[in-house]
């Protein structure tokens, strides 16, 4: 008997790290991993496939608020030079939480670093809020600081 109370919390805490990465982080981040590979190749439509195509999927930004998926890569053609890796830079992304709201929503948050050749890199973090749509994982709401 005292075996079997001693066994019972051992299988709770083994079986806590399955459940704190479920299988719809490991989606998500494989999502945002795609989407930074798109960035770094200069490939404007890989990195923005990410994005719901909701017109009410909105970016909040220091200027404000971005709703669309066309008006935020307009926002990014003017500010980064999808043609030049130097200018554009290299983005990379670092897991600080990840949680499910419910069964096809999640928030993603994380830092975002854009790395040049000269040493320079800009960081900050992000706030993404997720939405499954037709089995893949889309951003319907990004801050990013």
Do not use: C
Request: proline content about 5%.
């Amino acid at each position: 008997m005292k075996l079997a109370f001693l066994i019972t919390p051992a299988a709770i805490v083994l079986a806590t790290p399955a459940m704190a990465h479920p299988p719809q982080k490991h989606a998500v981040e494989r999502a945002m991993s795609d989407s930074a590979a798109g960035w770094n190749a200069g490939d404007m439509v890989r990195f923005m496939a990410i994005y719901s195509d909701d017109p009410l999927t909105s970016f909040v930004t220091a200027d404000g608020l971005v709703r669309g998926r066309a008006a935020m890569a307009e926002r990014y053609r003017k500010r980064y030079d999808f043609g030049n890796a130097a200018k554009r830079g290299t983005l990379a992304f670092k897991t600080l939480d990840f949680r499910l709201l419910d069964r096809t929503h999640a928030l993603y948050i994380a830092r975002y670093t854009l790395s040049y050749p000269t040493g320079k890199s800009q960081s900050g973090p992000t706030s993404l809020v997720f939405r499954l749509e037709k089995g893949k994982w889309r951003i319907i709401a990004d801050h990013s600081s």
